[in-house]
């Protein structure tokens, strides 16, 4: 981590997913008491999410981190009503939340083009301020970047999420034979015969403890929140990071890490998901994965060999379960299938959850357009009858 007077960015590699900015809107112009002429407003400083823009640009693009709208013009004889002064747009990716100093959140831009005024410019010098020009909000924010992809890669380090990144798109992680290998988020796209793009997002390995911020992973938990669904990649030979720790089975990892999504976050679990179990190439894999899928279908058998605090409140329930082999290619195609379907029956899913809130909204002002005319005839002839 790289520290720069207190927090101002967190990097990993070449990437920044917080950083810490200084902006001040336009200070208004002067205006004329002699002839009642009115200082042009402060411009205003506003935050636009642009997708070609990454946090890191912004940073070596402007180093100093400090973001100044333009002043307003004074008045003169000329031009009694001064100009307005320029905004100031500070560019950044999309899927950056806002918050100013003391952790309020100012706003989210999910979407290309969405916008934030985040430093309003000063009034201009008028009747009601002696003529005086009024300075520009200063405001320190801080830039959050959780990453929006389709399908985020949820695992221990080594399960073999990069090598599974690198199958299924066109993504080039870093791969080798140690745990931590991925130290930064990594994206990719799986391309479909019909033009069909699906985003994944690889996160750094989670470990025991992420979300007491142990590992590195407990970093980048908050780029799962904004992912459609979870893909859990799991090592079919189990996992141990290291001598020091103690070995968990497959059945475990996912026990620990659906516990460690639960104590992050609750929400994370009602997010779908889908299970690739991994390197069934490896000997005995087939046994082993006949045990699993028997543990999985009845999970509540086996939760009694867990210590009480490692056991999550509700288990995963996962929509499709497919053995895979990184290595080798095994599986990946039927994978890919699984997650477009898990993707597009979401998605209709949402569809029909708006179109029935959309009728909702309808039939109510309907309900409300003629129960007003029959309110209006019921005072009416109440009159009349008292005439």
Known sequence: MVRCSSVLFRKFGNFIDK?????????????????????????DVWVV???????????????QKRFVAGEGANSRVSALKGSRG?????????????????????????????????????????????????????????????LIADI??????????????????????????YAFTTIKPELGKIMYKDFKQISVADLPGLIEGAHMNKGMGHKFLKHIER?????FVVDISGFQLSYRTQYRSAFETIILLTKE???????????????????M?????????????????????????????????????????????????????????????SLDEYADQENDAYHKKQLLKLQLSNTITYSEPLANNAVTSSRMDII
């Open 19 to 43: 950083l810490r900015l200084f902006t001040r809107g336009g200070s208004g112009g002067m205006g004329y008491p002699r002839l009642g002429g009115e200082g042009g407003k402060g411009g």
């Open 49 to 63: 999410a642009h997708k070609k823009m990454t946090l890191k640009q912004l940073k070596d693009r402007y180093p």
């Open 86 to 146: 320029k905004d100031c747009e500070i560019l950044v990716p999309v899927g950056i939340s806002i918050t100013d100093e003391n952790g309020k959140i100012i706003g989210e831009l999910n979407e290309e083009n969405d916008r934030i005024l985040v430093a309003e410019g000063g009034l201009g010098g008028k009747l009601l301020t002696n003529f005086l020009p009024l300075k520009g909000q200063k405001r320190i924010i801080y830039l959050d970047l959780k």
């Open 152 to 177: 985020g890669l949820v695992g221990f380090p080594n399960a073999g999420k990069s090598s599974l990144l690198s199958q299924i798109s066109h993504a080039k992680p870093e791969i080798a034979d």
């Open 227 to 231: 992912t459609k669904q979870l893909l």
């Open 261 to 279: 999504l639960e104590l992050y976050k609750e929400e994370l679990q009602t997010k779908p998901a889908l299970l690739a179990v991994n390197k």
């Open 281 to 341: 190439d490896l000997p005995d894999a087939q046994n082993k994965f006949h045990v699993l899928m028997n543990q999985l279908e009845n999970p509540k058998d086996f939760l009694h060999l867990f210590e009480k605090s490692m056991i999550p409140e509700r288990t995963m329930e996962f929509q499709h379960i497919i053995p895979i082999s990184a290595v080798t290619g095994e599986g990946i195609d039927e994978l890919k299938n699984c997650i477009r379907k």
